[in-house]
């Protein structure tokens, strides 16, 4: 099982950026997909989360009305478009996956099964 994160870089405060995850070796529509994050001295934290299907999601607090999950189950890669980004979303972001029965509704937090490497985002003022 492969995910592999692309799309991150050095962008000003108050722009956007897109997140590429790409999976190999897995069912990708079974598997409910999500982001963390995690800054330099902090712990890793979640960001998003979607449903096998991409009909739901949801966010942390601190990314709502910012961020937007999907996914493209044709592609086996999930997205994360950040806009407005602000000096506290530079982090290292990974994406995750979870297994899960196809067709499933759910979305999580937390107990992903898989981690991609992480793609840097770095927000300079």
């Known amino acids: 099982v492969q995910l592999q994160a692309s799309g991150g870089g050095l962008v000003q405060a108050g722009g956007s950026l897109r997140l590429s995850c790409a999976a190999s070796?897995?069912?990708?529509?079974?598997?409910?997909m999500g982001w963390f994050r995690q800054a330099p001295g902090k712990e890793r934290e979640f960001v998003a989360a979607i449903n096998t299907g991409g009909s739901r999601t949801y966010y942390a607090d601190s990314v709502k009305g910012r961020f937007t999950i999907s996914r493209d189950n044709a592609e086996s890669t999930v997205y994360l478009q950040m806009n407005r980004l602000t000096l506290e979303d530079t982090a290292l972001y990974y994406c995750?996956?979870?297994?899960?029965?196809?067709?499933?509704?759910?979305?999580?937090?937390?107990?992903?099964?898989?981690w991609g490497q992480g793609t840097q985002v770095t927000v300079s003022s």
């Open positions: 070796g897995v069912t990708f529509s079974s598997h409910a």
């Open positions: 995750v996956g979870r297994r899960v029965v196809t067709g499933s509704s759910a979305l999580y937090t937390g107990g992903y099964d898989y």
